[in-house]
């Protein structure tokens, strides 16, 4: 052994923390109008009382806990106290349909579950399904046990009150020990496990303080939007102990309004949500401005963000970061971060490469392929993108499906892409989305976004039917807005999409639908709208 | 395995660099009034061809090759070539004695050794003495080879440019393979090898990214003064290759104003390099200055800055990082940052914080102890440092010195400090040097600094003599500036001494000396001094 073998444990994060930013703050809004704001060090103590607390009630190394929780505190606390000592936490989805709850829980053999109780009627109707839990712990301020009908329930707090002061992790964990785990929905059947590692979330959480990148630091104030059920809030929280930022979290049920009073009050940072979030936050900025002085950057991703959205922003001098990546990928693999080639960009060139998926971290690997192989940096050549690298999941969790999406060591994502002249990705579509039209690839988002600039729009779906001579054509499928709903025609519609894009892309035919169908996480569900419109025949 | 078990390997960075930054610039001095300019592309493809070159000269993977270089494009080269290929690079320090030279070379049992055309005289004087080396390979640009008594010589760019350009590095590396070696002078005996691995240096190099750090970025210029033979560059040159950083590497026998002048011409925004480096450029700035404008730090480590030299930067913009490190730690654990509790410092207050060894990295984990455990963090406690970490040495490469220094997990580091009240580092001494007197530490480095900076000082060393009651006391050994070599007096000295210091530190006496004795890099030979002086009994 040349170098010492020190594994890469969230258990060193903690301990950084505490050792040199105990005094550092924690602010977290656990209800309606209820802020609790206390420091590192005792943050840590709370979090190594909760290990003990959890121990008493069964779990040992290996034991999954789930947590049906918002962002606050006490989620935060589990975020660590479950992986420094040995176990698993799986961190569940609550946007995710009854059934598929059902299934996460059971296929993860979670035996302990930490609930919110504003979540506890969620949780009540499902838990007789669950197989392998073996207690409840409620989090709140003031939970009283007599309320609620899940067996062998325990306050959170009472449990943290009652453990030992003296309680320490073990310092026997493997880097590639479990940590974490998150499921993913899929298109069809039930949700797909993604099992983090010591050493995956240790790695990601370093490269979210990269310069050339997000560049978090201990003097940020991080308010992360997106939540934590959801790809680990993309990994902030664990960056943010591991260099004693200050954290901002925002709790149950909150609304542009609270977020922009959130951020003028702690003065906030950082930030990181999806393009709904920053839409609604805007609006509200717009029209009732608070003192933004301080922010410094937003992250986004999950899907595409307008250009008016992000040029809005950027000209209040806030950074406007879009990033890819998914729960497989733990999630950040790409940052639309400027370099020095783009010094002289004009500012509208600038804007255009905030809204790709930006360019590649390192020790990440991407790559897009199609049939050709790689393709060109031509901005226009789509094909699949590949990732490989340290913080990609390398299977699902005892998942035969795995090897549909793991394949000669890399994840296929399912996502299709170009990459720009500058390496930077553009995601276009989804492999099973994409319109695939006498040998030519058309991507469906880039028409949906075209569409959903009309004004008459309310949103958009466009899909692949079936076509005799080119195989397939991209067919239109509109919801309009409800004050033109009886004032909306095919005609205008192609004639503007005629304007930006070549002859072939413009789909032949538009329907008009009541509403797009949706997965439980608000994605357009495709597969269905293909199924009920594949007798659309085309005219063409 | 849950994530992908991708490993931490130098290969992925020449790789990153070469497919997304394949157009930025390394500009190389080789020799007095040349400089060479090419791209990154150009620089990995001549690294691959020189790994092909090294192959047929021997090289398989184990391999230790040696370099004799300053810092030029074809160092950088082999810095890849070796450790991507799987063998092991040996950086020699040129300034070692030649005793030293071949204890290493043999110790190593190096078998192929780069050497520049201006250092051949040196390493002809020794290369009889080698044992296990089968080539030599000589770097320059315009070599001939019937002029070297070397056997076995080669020239470096005849070897390149015949060398195939299909050839590929091999893909099954393991992350904990050496990947370069180091040897550390040692007090007394011969020097001490440090190996380092592909993961102990990929780690280190994401460190000098963190915006709470360095913060290296692509957009920056990068110069090391430090040189490539010296514990890495302090990691700089493989951190660049990495983000694909410009590198301006300056090259053998640079002054100040090359510095400056390459500073000015190519914008260098980053620099490392030791205090005296710092202040021959100050003083050469000052009486011609150049352009500085987008040099916006310095790196400095090795000796303790004066704080005149760092305010002098800072006043110009240019923040004055002081870092920690050593060979045994790739080298660097801590810098000296700014946090957020720093923000309403004061700029003398900000100075001081300069001053001290910094902020320990993520990652790491340092301890100061004495004999009663760690010490507390009030800037006065001094004890000795312990480091821990995934970049620090896990022992001496085949050495029983091993058992000395690392102990228990840690490493012992030999260095006397303290943890100012943010819990910083400061450096106040070595071990064997510290001065314990009636149970109280004396730190010989304060004191010579403050003799230091008497304007009648050349330099100063204060090293422990016995004494029958306090068991040891200060004794100050002065070199006089030459113009005050007949008009300086004890007196006046320990007065200085006697307003900045407690009565128990001021030396009881002051022995005028005509040089300090040194080791060969420069560092005084204590040791030597005690030896002498041990008699000069204490009147006190």
């Not at 050493?199 to 940020?220: C, P, T, Y």
């Not at 894009?501 to 032949?508: N, T």
Request: aromatic fraction near 10%; charge should be negative; hydrophobic fraction near 40%.
């Amino acid at each position: 052994m040349h170098m010492m073998d020190t594994p890469l444990l969230l258990n060193g994060f903690i301990q950084r923390a505490e050792r040199h930013f105990g005094h550092k703050k924690i602010i977290s809004r656990t209800a309606e109008n209820i802020i609790h704001e206390f420091t590192y060090k005792e943050y840590a103590q709370r979090t190594r009382k909760l290990a003990a607390a959890l121990e008493t009630l069964g779990m040992t190394k290996g034991t999954k806990v789930a947590t049906f929780c918002w962002n606050h505190h006490r989620h935060l606390e589990a975020y660590f106290a479950v992986p420094c000592s040995g176990a698993v936490l799986h961190m569940v989805n609550i946007r995710l349909f009854p059934e598929h709850i059902i299934y996460v829980v059971n296929h993860a053999e979670d035996e302990i579950i930490l609930v919110d109780d504003s979540l506890l009627p969620l949780v009540e109707t499902v838990a007789p399904h669950f197989n392998t839990v073996k207690a409840y712990v409620i989090c709140g301020d003031d939970v009283d046990l007599s309320k609620t009908t899940l067996p062998n329930a325990y306050s959170y707090e009472e449990l943290v009150e009652a453990a030992p002061d003296d309680h320490q992790f073990p310092e026997d964990i493997d880097e590639n020990a479990a940590a974490g785990m998150c499921y993913t929905s899929a298109t069809t059947g039930m949700p797909k496990g993604v099992v983090y590692t010591h050493r995956s979330i240790v790695l990601h959480s370093l490269a979210m303080s990269f310069a050339d990148g997000v560049g978090l630091r201990e003097n940020d104030v991080v308010l992360p939007v997106v939540p934590m059920f959801h790809a680990n809030a993309w990994g902030l929280p664990f960056a943010c102990v591991n260099l004693g930022s200050t954290q901002v979290l925002p709790g149950p049920m909150f609304t542009p309004q609270l977020i922009l009073d959130l951020f003028e009050q702690y003065k906030v940072t950082v930030s990181a949500g999806v393009p709904t979030i920053w839409l609604g936050v805007l609006q509200e900025q717009k029209s009732n401005s608070r003192d933004l002085s301080e922010l410094r950057c937003l992250i986004c991703g999950g899907s595409a963000s307008p250009l008016g959205l992000i040029r809005d922003f950027e000209e209040m001098g806030i950074a406007y970061y879009t990033g890819y990546g998914m729960t497989e990928t733990s999630p950040l693999i790409s940052l639309s971060i400027f370099t020095s080639d783009m010094s002289d960009y004009s500012f509208a060139e600038k804007m255009e490469v905030r809204t790709t998926q930006g360019l590649t971290f390192p020790l990440v690997e991407t790559r897009i392929i199609n049939e050709n192989g790689d393709v060109p940096w031509d901005g226009k050549t789509m094909g699949e993108i590949l990732v490989r690298g340290p913080w990609i999941a390398a299977e699902y969790y005892k998942d035969e499906r795995t090897a549909e999406t793991f394949k000669d060591g890399w994840l296929y994502t399912g996502d299709i892409g170009v990459f720009t002249k500058d390496g930077y990705i553009r995601i276009t579509d989804r492999t099973k989305d994409l319109i695939k039209s006498g040998g030519e690839w058309i991507s469906s988002i880039e028409l949906e976004n075209a569409l959903m600039t009309h004004e008459k729009v309310f949103e958009a779906a466009v899909i692949a039917v079936p076509h005799e001579k080119w195989m397939e054509r991209p067919l239109a499928c509109v919801v309009a807005k409800p004050e033109f709903k009886n004032n909306i025609s095919k005609e205008e519609l192609l004639e503007r999409l005629a304007k930006e894009f070549p002859k072939k892309w413009v789909p032949d035919d538009v329907v008009f639908l009541d509403e797009i169908p949706k997965t439980s996480v608000g994605k357009f569900l495709k597969a269905k709208l293909r199924d009920e419109l594949k007798g659309n025949v085309q005219k063409i």
